[in-house]
């Protein structure tokens, strides 16, 4: 399988200097569906916005789940080291560097298990309406990781204490974790548009500053 398989759009940014964004859509969206909020969050910073590649009912996934919020996490493994391939081939492709992800629901899972998996893919990551992905996370090493977690105070799929613990495991991994809990539900708000543009602004000035890293494949 060729590594730039996955269906993708590339828009290239302003700002060389600030990693690009990740951006990874929830059940039933596609390569489009996140531009116009990575543009709202982010305009300068170049976009890489990828399609799960599976399918259920017709929906597109990033891996398979057993039922609502029961994870097949064989899959999940497998799914998050593919699109992991993916985005090291892609900073080859088009001369980027390692990229912050923007996942919301489904696409923040695999963000936050290739965050588990393959950390130095990622520089960091906006995980949206994310869950644990993994009932046993590796004890990888996230220092120098920034990740922030918006999640709904009101949402029906997303259980309080799953979010939280997905919190601890990352900081305990040695990641900076910016969590708020925000008066929604599952959907994305103007909040949320808002509290990420934020974070991105006051991230320090990516490893693009540096010129084109070593990608490890």
Not at 37 to 54: F, H, K, T, W
Not at 77 to 87: G, P, Q, T, W
């Amino acid at each position: 399988m060729s590594k730039l398989s996955f269906i993708h759009r590339f828009e290239r940014g302003t700002r060389r200097d600030l990693a690009p964004l990740l951006l990874l859509h929830g059940t039933g969206g596609d390569e489009n569906d996140l531009i116009p909020l990575g543009r709202m969050v982010a305009p300068d910073r170049a976009l890489l916005s990828v399609r799960g590649q599976v399918l259920e009912g017709g929906a597109p996934r990033f891996f398979r789940r057993l039922a609502e919020g029961v994870f097949d996490e064989a899959d999940v493994v497998r799914r998050a080291y593919e699109l992991a391939d993916f985005v090291d081939a892609a900073r080859k492709e088009y001369d980027i560097t390692a990229p912050v992800a923007l996942g919301y629901s489904n696409g923040a899972n695999i963000a936050a298990a290739m965050l588990l998996l393959r950390p130095q893919t990622l520089y960091g990551a906006v995980l949206l309406r994310a869950m644990a992905p993994l009932a046993r996370p590796p004890q990888g090493d996230l220092a120098g990781k920034s990740v922030m977690l918006l999640s709904g105070q009101h949402d029906p799929i997303v259980a309080p204490g799953n979010v939280e613990g997905l919190a601890k495991t990352l900081a305990a991994l040695g990641a900076r974790v910016d969590g708020r809990m925000l008066p929604v539900g599952h959907q994305l708000s103007q909040l949320d548009v808002n509290l990420a543009r934020e974070w991105l602004t006051e991230q320090p000035i990516s490893e693009g500053s540096r010129g084109n890293q070593a990608v490890n494949a």
